[in-house]
């Protein structure tokens, strides 16, 4: 019963995932093609190296829409997946909260710790920023970012749940807060530096590039944490262990 | 099943939690599979590579890009 649960709320984290990514694909389509457009013809004037500057498998057309969209709603459906399992571990763990509220506090949490603060280190670079010598350096401390920010954040979380009863719930919220920024900045003091933005490079074009997927990134948590608040408070409705008469036929589920 | 402490009984609308034991399985199991599709997202024949070739990085470039991952 509680299995069947769990794989209801993992089939309806994929499907708001996939809602949130088409949301997200808008935004990626409207305001960051343009930037990634920009920045591949500032690449071929500089008589690029890039795999998909000289002669490409797959045309820029297919690149920046099929293509496009394949990237971002299988991201969409993944981390929707990865989001619902998580969310099967916060509820009812996380505090007094709802399965809605539940559903956007998480989104949040996982949109500051899985972008926002490895942003903030390694910034998302559009083509033509990079050398390609250093790839395998740069996603190694990408991915090490990323781990380490979610850890400080699950951290963070316990930390302020055992703080609770003893300092109260704001001051023990202000203690974890200010745990998570300091052991953010000694991640970011500690983990190397990475420049890679060639000369010439338009400034206004890496703003424009990097804004846009904080766009993307916002856009598809936000609507993955009120889709999926949605779909899991119906999933949840029913509630086996509350009702034990009326729980024979949960009639208003779909699926 | 697992029993919050100090139930009021009453409409409270915070949802029961689930026992870590339930979750577990899929969590290994599904969370493996959703890596696996990030990772193909993310950083496939770009810093390490299962298949040869740039097909899979060609194909999910853009989105590569406009997702955050270092890409070239
Ligand atoms: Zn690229």
Redesign the pocket.
Known sequence: MNSATVRHLLVRGMLAGLAAGVAALLVAYFLGEPSVRGAIDFEKAKAAH???GDDPLVSRALQSTAGLSTGILVYGVAFGGIAALAYCFALGRIGRFGPRASALLLAAAVLVAVYLVPFLKYPANP?AVGNPDTLQERTALYFLMIVLSVLIAVATVILGKRLAPRLGTWNATVAAGAFFVLAVGLAFVFLPAQDNTPAGFPATLLWDFRLATLAVQSTLWTVFGLVFGVLAERALAPAPAERPETSASPAPVAG | MAQSIAQPTSTTAVPATLPIGVIAPWAFFFGLLMLVLLYFVGAEQGATAIFSGTGVHEWV?DG??LLGFP??
């Open positions: 890039h795999g998909g083509p | 470039h590569r890009h890409c070239h």
